[in-house]
């Protein structure tokens, strides 16, 4: 069953995407050659608590950090590490999210380390690009898998590939709700759109087409052949005058346009 949030509820979210969105374009400005991602989860965690607000990922199912640090070949759920710096070229994926007033907040984004190679800035361009593609299709009355197949779709059509092992959800008092929103998928599938739902949608792409698989950490996913991997994540609110993309930074740009 998908919850539906109350206006009250709505507001909530809203504020609480306006602080993560505050969170992730703080943390994004220490991401530098030689940073260590251990330093960048302490950051983190403190912008949080300035935020008003917990750490949502924090011993979640026992998860040790406050936000997730994929470099390169790593998908998702990467553990930030004092062992881990950051070199020139490399793309870290940042997740993270909050908790705040009994609501959750979740967004990622995938940053440059100084210059990165074309194949890599076109990685994080579709990425970023078919986050947005999937977002548009969430209107009031589409099928979910709407969403799933613009993501997709246009993935392919760029030749790279989604991540099929892991998929966005529905988000609220609990940080994964239903539904499930795979990226990938025929359109014109599942339950219907509808005022109150709130998903996180969550695009991961990488460049080789063999299956993911999780490091001994229990915890890092990684690409199946060594190929690089990017990840974008917004979390948005349907309502009836359209989609609300709580998570949004305010100077965000999508084809050269703000959002």
């Not at 993560?20 to 302490?42: F, G, I, N, Q, Y």
């Not at 950051?86 to 908790?99: K, N, T």
């Not at 460049?207 to 999780?214: F, G, N």
């Amino acid at each position: 069953m998908i919850p539906l949030k109350t206006q009250s509820e709505i507001e909530v979210l809203r504020e609480n995407g306006r602080r993560l969105a505050w969170v992730l374009e703080c943390l994004a400005e220490h991401v530098a050659p030689d940073a260590d991602t251990a330093s960048l989860d302490r950051i983190a965690e403190e912008l949080i608590r300035d935020a008003g607000a917990e750490p949502a990922f924090k011993g979640y199912r026992g998860y040790p950090a406050s936000i997730c640090t994929s470099i390169n070949q790593e998908v998702v759920h990467g553990i930030p590490s004092a062992k881990r710096r950051l070199r020139e070229g490399d793309i870290l994926s940042i997740d993270v999210g909050l908790l705040r007033d009994g609501f959750y907040a979740d967004a990622a984004t995938t940053v440059p380390v100084g210059k990165i190679s074309a194949r890599a800035r076109h990685l994080l361009e579709v990425t970023r690009e078919g986050l947005w593609r999937g977002i548009e299709r969430a209107t009031i009355g589409a099928r979910l898998s709407d969403v799933s197949h613009a993501i997709g779709s246009y993935v392919e059509s760029e030749g790279l590939y989604v991540v099929t092992e892991y998929v966005g959800h529905g988000i609220g008092r609990q940080l994964h709700e239903d539904p499930q929103i795979p990226n990938y998928g025929p359109p014109g599938r599942g339950p219907r759109l509808e005022p109150g739902m709130v998903l996180a949608v969550e695009p991961m792409v990488k460049t080789d087409p063999e299956p993911t698989r999780v490091l001994d950490d229990e915890w890092t996913v990684v690409t199946g052949n060594g190929g690089l991997a990017a990840h974008f994540e917004h979390t948005i609110v349907l309502t009836d005058q359209g989609v609300d993309v709580v998570t949004q930074g305010g100077d965000e740009r999508r084809s050269g346009q703000a959002r």
